[in-house]
């Protein structure tokens, strides 16, 4: 009877979406044009009430199936969900200053390696770590770290680098992966925007911890120790709010579980007690003999997890990955091809050599010779319902929350002051037509032609 309610239930699901989302008609000018947006169809909803029908609240068969799909697509033997990429940022931090990774841990002072044009929970957790994020300009057309300065902020005490693959870009992990194996850093990816880009790295490399790489194309998020990811709305795929850390190395899993679940010791996962069978036979730091493993702490933990609802969202999601990264990478085409004409006036981004990026936004510098403001470009976009975004933080060392932190810059911050000035990105999410990128072109070219009295063939 349960498997006729259930199957009942999805036809019933499946129907009321087709129903309850028809078409709608693109109206330009009074339509928006979202500059990003959560793509879903029935096999979400049918997943999340088969979740719901199960009522198991916390994480449980859903999150076990979307871990399993998640570390395969990237290659790895370990992924965990996390309540949101900024969580799972935090997480990829904070194991790294566990005790199991012995002398090898990072101790509050020591430095890490990041840039300043991005996203504030890139760089948050090294501050809540009580660590030294140590800033490092940016390239212009990518918009990653500059690969070429890397190594002279690298100092006595620097132990790890951090960095994002800026809007879907993958930074030079060549440069990067051959510093972290020549000087013993660990490496982060945030991956937060990134999911589905590739890299090609052209030679084998041997890292710190035994973490080992072979030449050739892999998955973003399968090059550093630990990579984070976002399942937020508006990134590749979506769970509400969610987010995932992946590591190929069994200590580095142990410590971002441990500090995910409360810092316990304990790896059963929830509702299975006794899995190593040796639950009351161990002896903890001043605990008496036999207390109850499931209850002993030896970090000091969050509570980070999803429920088995938010998974069975991504498990769905997981399984059109392709076809949202495919659909993101022609609209970036699309508008590419279209913007071409305004080169003069407008920088266009550029992979990073050896990449195959999986576009999150397209992001746009102003040049100095336009002849206006990117503000007044934005608010004509946004006159015309064209959503747009800054490149998030711009300059997060000029944000009010970076004054007195305890952090060093190396060298200039010219592109990174660039990028909080002149730099906005647009939409290239699933959930845009042609019609949509269309009179997002037009708009902008008719705008540039107006104001910078361009020829008329734009």
Not at 63 to 86: V, Y
Not at 120 to 136: D, Y
Not at 196 to 205: K, N, S, V, W
Not at 231 to 259: C, K, Q, W
């Amino acid at each position: 009877m349960d498997l006729v309610l259930r199957e009942f239930n999805r036809f019933s699901v499946a129907m009321h979406v087709t129903h309850s989302q028809p078409p709608r008609e693109f109206v330009p000018g009074q339509s928006p044009v979202q500059v990003s947006g959560r793509v879903y169809g029935s096999a979400e909803v049918e997943s999340l009430s088969a979740a719901t029908l199960d009522f198991w609240l916390t994480t449980g068969r859903f999150d076990d199936e979307f871990c399993e799909l998640f570390q395969e697509f990237l290659g790895l033997k370990h992924a965990l969900t996390a309540n949101s990429g900024s969580s799972a940022n935090l997480l990829a931090v904070t194991a790294l200053t566990s005790h199991l990774l012995g002398d090898k841990r990072l101790i509050p002072g020591d430095e890490v390696i990041t840039v300043a044009a991005g996203f504030p929970t890139t760089i948050n957790p090294i501050l809540q770590n009580n660590l030294v994020p140590v800033f490092v300009d940016v390239d212009i057309p990518t918009y990653n770290i500059d690969p070429q300065r890397i190594e002279a902020a690298i100092g006595e005490r620097t132990k790890a680098i951090f960095v994002a693959h800026t809007l879907g870009n993958p930074f030079n992990l060549d440069t990067v992966t051959r510093l972290a194996e020549k000087h013993g850093l660990w490496v982060i990816e945030d991956c937060c925007d990134a999911l589905g880009a590739e890299y090609d790295l052209p030679e084998d490399r041997s890292l710190v911890g035994g973490h080992t790489l072979t030449a050739g194309r892999a998955k973003c998020g399968s090059f550093g120790h630990i990579s984070a990811f976002s399942f937020y709305p508006a990134h590749h795929i979506t769970m509400g709010e969610g987010g995932a850390v992946a590591t190929n190395d069994n200590t580095l899993r142990r410590a971002l579980l441990s500090y995910r679940d409360w810092g316990r010791d304990c790896w059963c996962p929830p509702g299975h007690d006794d899995t190593c069978k040796r639950r009351f036979t161990l002896q903890f730091g001043e605990l008496p003999m036999g207390y109850d493993h499931k209850y002993v702490y030896s970090h000091v933990g969050y509570n980070l997890k999803i429920t088995d609802m938010q998974a069975a969202v991504g498990v769905a999601q997981m399984r059109r990955l392709p076809e949202f990264v495919d659909a993101r990478a022609k609209n970036y085409a699309y508008l590419r091809e279209r913007l071409t004409q305004a080169g003069d006036v407008l920088t266009l981004p550029e992979a990073t050599p050896g990449s195959t990026p999986s576009w999150f936004g397209m992001p746009l510098k102003l040049n100095p010779n336009a002849g206006f403001s990117r503000e007044e470009l934005l608010v004509h976009l946004n006159d015309k319902k064209i959503g747009t975004r800054l490149l998030f933080g711009g300059n997060l060392l000029r944000q009010p929350y970076m004054k007195g932190q305890n952090y060093r810059v190396a060298g200039t911050m010219e592109n990174t002051d660039a990028v909080m000035r002149d730099v906005f990105w647009i939409g290239v999410y699933p959930g845009l037509t042609e019609a949509h990128l269309d009179y997002t072109c037009q708009t902008m070219l008719d705008f540039i032609r107006t104001r910078s009295k361009r020829p008329a063939v734009l």
